[in-house]
């Protein structure tokens, strides 16, 4: 089935890095753009980086600009986040998403979350 | 940057409608998009463009948009729709997605 699945969350000491990845499978990942949006504990969604279809294209969210870098890697089917420079602001589940097909469609899959706490 | 206004509760009770706003400048000229999360999960999406749902979303779920305010309604409420709600639209002028603060439904 359509499925996107998160890893590399963990505990990070404030200043140090992380490295996110999102597996998709049961959809042609290459056709899509791809999302990550954040949840703080007890707060909203945050989205904070999309990335085009072929990878070319990229855009962040002020908060987290110059210091996260997506990517991906469509022969793996593939998503990641390099977080650097990480706060205690940067504690979250991040989500994985998958946009349709226009925009005028909204995110349709969502993965389950990879939770990051940056704590000394 | 746009800002999308979401009130932080809704109380209703079960069987009655409940109607859950997103507030933001012009925003009848956009495409809205409503996501429901309950506790521990990803988020949902339950409307799209406005009005229109997902597969598999009940026909309670509808929605509307005009001049400064997008609205989610829930018709025949029951204890299950209880949940985060939250609105969302590409903003073309920044590029960007945005998210409404999220909306707590109550079924009292």
């Known amino acids: 089935q359509v499925q996107l699945v998160e890893s590399g969350g963990g505990v990070v000491k404030p200043g140090g890095s992380l490295r996110l990845s999102c597996a998709a499978s049961?959809?042609?990942?290459?056709?899509?753009?791809i999302s990550w949006i954040r949840q703080a504990p007890g707060k909203g969604l945050e989205w904070i980086s999309f990335?085009?279809?072929?990878?070319?294209?990229?855009k962040y969210s002020d908060s987290v600009q110059g210091r996260f870098t997506i990517a991906r890697d469509n022969t793996k089917n593939s998503l990641y986040l390099q977080m650097n420079s990480l706060t205690a602001a940067d504690t979250a589940v991040y989500f994985c998403v998958r946009e349709a097909s226009t925009r005028q469609l909204g995110m349709d899959v969502w993965g389950q979350g990879t939770t990051v706490t940056v704590s000394s | 940057s746009y800002v999308l206004t979401q009130p932080p509760s809704v109380s209703v009770a079960p069987g009655k409608t409940a109607s859950v706003t997103c507030g933001g400048d012009?925003?009848?000229?956009?495409?809205v998009h409503w996501y429901q999360q309950k506790p521990g999960q990803a988020p949902d999406l339950v409307v799209y463009d406005n009005r229109d749902r997902p597969s598999g979303i009940p026909e309670r779920f509808s929605g509307s948009n005009s001049g400064e305010t997008a609205t989610l309604t829930i018709s025949r409420v029951e204890v299950g729709d209880e949940a985060d709600y939250y609105c969302?639209?590409?903003?073309?002028?920044?590029?960007?997605?945005?998210f409404g603060g999220g909306t707590k439904l109550t079924v009292l």
């Open positions: 990335i085009s279809s072929s990878g070319v294209y990229t």
């Open positions: 969302q639209v590409w903003d073309f002028s920044s590029d960007r997605w945005v």
């Open positions: 012009n925003i009848g000229t956009k495409s």
């Open positions: 049961g959809f042609p990942f290459s056709d899509y753009y």
